[in-house]
């Protein structure tokens, strides 16, 4: 992306999505075949079997590198999958460093399936360099940091884990699903991997699963090449198809997006029910000004808590734009309680350890307008 001379508007709707050379179709045809002829012993047009290469995936995997700025994208069936191939090359004896209050998908794979190969795993607090640093062993070889991070929106400083980590011979791999690369870009920070759920905002309409890799060395592309043939988990075309068609709105969504949460943060936080509002764009966020040094924008996600889970299950229950389900990042507003949801895989030993209590209320905001948004919260929480 920094060597573009577009702008990111123009690149999110161009970035991969040159008109098809046969046709001259100006959106990105679905090739649904798993197979393709071959053009002689050993040769190919470019493809021979769609694990190992697609075109529709060829042109998603472009357009994601573009984004982030990296050298190879790599588009999996969903966030996990794509979680999984990060840490698939890791090695019996390997140490992992992880954000200790990432989301609890993450932590059910690495606790209950990756931990199983051998492989030292270590939640620490990556908002604190100095756990961070303390941390280090020799053989550490990835730190994994969300900023924000699910559901509580602590964030990390990329640029400082990232000179630690590299200092130790280690790399950094950072969640950016929350923001996107409309509003961080993880690799100009210093981070070498970046990770998606392109489920989420990518996408940004609900109607499709799926992950992403983007790598900044040549031999993240090899290593990521790998896995999708030896392992398979690879995004099908037409899921490629729609994660192409939503960056193309990308940026604007995001701006809606973040308008709105920005409006339905300042209502929340004067609002006597409400208590522990976990937004960045708000100046009290004890780490606003981190936001403000390695964001472009705060985003629309947040979180907060009522008195119980009692009282949650009845703000639940009273809202009516506001959906009550899982995900995030779609162009409808929804709400969900995080005990029960995104952290239900996780004991309660380990939930309030992260600092998630059964009052906490996780929203994703979107696009509708924002002062319905916000009376439909007012009248939810007159049931609290």
């Known amino acids: 992306m920094s060597n573009s001379p577009y702008k990111y508007d123009t690149l999110a709707v161009h970035a991969g999505q040159?008109?098809?050379p046969q046709t001259g179709a100006v959106n990105v045809p679905v090739?649904?075949?798993s197979t393709f002829q071959l053009t002689g012993i050993g040769t190919d047009r470019g493809w021979d079997y769609s694990r190992a290469g697609n075109p529709t995936r060829d042109r998603l995997e472009e357009a994601l590198a573009i984004l982030e700025g990296g050298t190879s994208g790599h588009a999996f069936t969903s966030g996990m999958a794509a979680i999984s191939a990060l840490v698939a090359m890791l090695r019996a004896g390997d140490h992992l460093i992880c954000s200790h209050n990432v989301y609890a998908g993450t932590v059910r794979l690495f606790d209950q399936i990756i931990s199983g190969y051998g492989i030292e795993i270590e939640y620490v607090d990556t908002s604190n360099l100095a756990a961070v640093e303390a941390a280090m062993r020799p053989n550490t070889k990835l730190v994994h940091i969300e900023t924000p991070s699910n559901p509580l929106m602590v964030l990390t400083d990329i640029a400082g884990v990232a000179r630690i980590a590299h200092a130790h011979g280690a790399e950094v791999s950072v969640d950016n699903t929350f923001l996107s690369p409309v509003l961080q870009n993880p690799i100009a920070l210093g981070a070498d991997i970046v990770m998606h759920s392109t489920t989420k905002y990518l996408n940004g309409h609900s109607d499709g699963l799926g992950g992403a890799l983007i790598g900044s060395k040549p031999e993240h592309k090899e290593r990521f090449l790998l896995v999708q043939k030896a392992v398979g988990g690879v995004m099908s075309p037409f899921e490629c198809f729609?994660?192409?068609r939503g960056i193309r709105t990308l940026p604007l969504r995001v701006r809606q997006h973040e308008e709105n949460g920005r409006a339905v943060a300042e209502f929340l936080s004067t609002h006597p029910k409400v208590s522990k509002l976990a937004y960045p764009g708000l100046k009290t966020h004890p780490q606003y000004d981190l936001a403000v040094k390695q964001q472009k924008g705060f985003g629309s996600m947040m979180s907060f808590e009522v008195a119980s889970r009692e009282a949650a299950g009845r703000f639940l229950a009273a809202i009516k734009i506001f959906l009550s389900a899982e995900s995030l990042g779609g162009v409808e507003s929804l709400a969900s309680h995080s005990a029960t949801t995104t952290h239900a895989s996780v004991t309660a030993e380990q939930?309030?350890?992260?600092g998630i209590t059964e009052g906490r209320v996780r929203?994703?905001?979107g696009?509708?307008?924002?002062e319905d948004l916000i009376a439909?919260?007012?009248q939810a929480l007159q049931a609290v």
Do not use: C, F, N
């Not at 939930?351 to 992260?354: A, H, Y």
């Not at 696009?367 to 924002?370: G, R, Y």
């Open 367 to 370: 696009i509708e307008d924002k």
């Open 376 to 378: 439909d919260l007012e």
């Open 363 to 365: 929203l994703s905001i």
């Open 351 to 354: 939930r309030t350890s992260m």
């Open 242 to 244: 729609l994660v192409l």
């Open 18 to 20: 040159y008109p098809d």
């Open 31 to 33: 090739y649904l075949s």
